[in-house]
């Protein structure tokens, strides 16, 4: 193995080469990516690029001479856009062809377009370009609807109302992260937005966005209407895997892979980050996730597996976490078969902290929700991958809490 050739110049891609490096690997490494931009973090795109100073530096993956140091080659801002698995080769936007020994995946994914986001007033959140044109907007403009009460969302409400604009949430679930985290813990996370003067319209949906920039008005399914200068749709991603379309290889919303992240009847081809669905042991089926932390740690384990003369099953424990106004939320691992949960600490209060406790049907502790708790969610943490009984982690939980208040 002298050549490997990452697709994707995004978190899981650069997390990729850069163990490969320190792990010893002496081949050559080339990074693709369709940006012609370098390589650059993504968590602050949603926060700190919108209200700080919006300079590229700040979220570079590999500052200064890194890239040079590691010994990576980047290709940038040509995108691949045909696989032959069968000749090992990779064709670019710009005809060029990359040939490969080994081949890592990490295309990433983009922003959901919903059906009435052709309006130029409406704008998604992805990539650093999109950062900087928010950036602008709503600087520009003092009313924002933000269309999705998820983490995206969630967070440029947030952004949007530390630069003095006047916001609205919509979202057509009951509240925030209903689906994730319950209806009765997603109103907890609703209220976040109206303590801060923000207000929220859950269980409705946008029909249609007429008009222009800074005069524009949001139709929704309940037949009301919200003016307002601009519209922020943060409805989720979808996969990068439509180049692959013509590779033959498995993809079904993410490229099909085994439980060591290899792509299904490709041994030498691996994926890892936002457009990898994987046999997850620890979950038992097939999981693709879009958190910046699964992006790093899958990126990190494709690398050794690569290096390794046995492969090691990838089964994280998920971990993503949101700031949102004066708020940290941090969330570990899934929540997909709880049954129960408890509220522990005051999480409705002036001061509001602590962790709610999920459990399942045969009573295990499942996964942990932190509001400005970190200990109680490091805590969480520490139970969850002892495999603490429900009952047990609550009583430490509880513990934890009471002494603990931040």
Not at 91 to 99: C, K, Q, V
Not at 346 to 364: K, L, M, S
Request: glycine share 10%; aromatic share 6%; proline share 4%.
């Amino acid at each position: 193995m002298t050549r490997i050739v990452i697709i994707g110049a995004s978190v899981a891609g650069v997390h990729v080469a850069t163990t490969l490096r320190n792990e010893g690997f002496e081949g050559s490494i080339i990074l693709v990516g369709d940006e012609e931009v370098p390589p650059y973090d993504k968590p602050a795109l949603s926060k700190q690029m919108l209200t700080g100073d919006g300079r590229h530096e700040r979220v570079s993956l590999l500052p200064g001479e890194r890239a040079s140091d590691l010994n990576l080659q980047l290709r940038l801002g040509s995108p691949a856009v045909h696989l032959d698995a069968v000749k090992r080769t990779v064709r670019l936007a710009d005809e060029s062809t990359i040939a490969y020994d080994r081949l890592v995946i990490a295309t990433g994914s983009h922003a959901r377009q919903p059906t009435w986001a052709t309006n130029p007033g409406v704008l998604t959140l992805r990539t650093l370009a999109d950062s900087a044109q928010l950036r602008s907007a709503l600087r520009e403009y003092g009313r924002v609807v933000v269309v999705g009460a998820g983490f995206i969302g969630a967070e440029v409400a947030a952004a949007a109302h530390a630069l003095g604009c006047d916001v609205t949430v919509v979202d057509p679930l009951s509240a925030p992260l209903a689906r994730l985290l319950g209806p009765e813990v997603g109103a907890l996370l609703g209220d976040i937005h109206e303590r801060h003067g923000v207000r929220t319209r859950f269980n409705v949906g946008v029909t249609s966005v007429q008009g222009h920039p800074g005069n524009l008005s949001v139709e929704l399914s309940d037949g009301s209407t919200i003016d307002t200068d601009l519209v922020v749709a943060g409805i989720g991603a979808a996969p990068n895997d439509a180049w692959l379309s013509s590779s033959g290889l498995a993809v079904d919303d993410g490229v099909l892979c085994d439980q060591y992240c290899r792509v299904l009847g490709h041994e030498e081809i691996y994926a890892a980050g936002d457009v990898a669905r994987w046999q997850d042991p620890r979950v038992g089926h097939a999981t693709r996730v879009e958190h910046w932390t699964n992006a790093v740690e899958q990126g990190a384990h494709v690398a050794r597996n690569m290096l390794a003369g046995t492969p090691i099953p990838y089964q994280p424990l998920h971990y993503v976490w949101s700031d949102q106004y004066d708020w940290k939320l941090q969330f570990v691992s899934i929540a997909e078969s709880r049954s129960a949960y408890e509220v522990l600490g005051d999480v409705t209060g002036e001061n509001p902290h602590g962790v709610i406790a999920y459990g399942d049907e045969d009573g295990r502790f499942v996964a942990a929700l932190s509001l400005n708790h970190p200990r109680g969610l490091m805590n969480a943490r520490r139970m969850l991958r002892a495999g603490l009984g429900f009952d047990d982690a609550v009583r430490t939980l509880r513990e934890t809490v009471l002494r603990h208040r931040s």
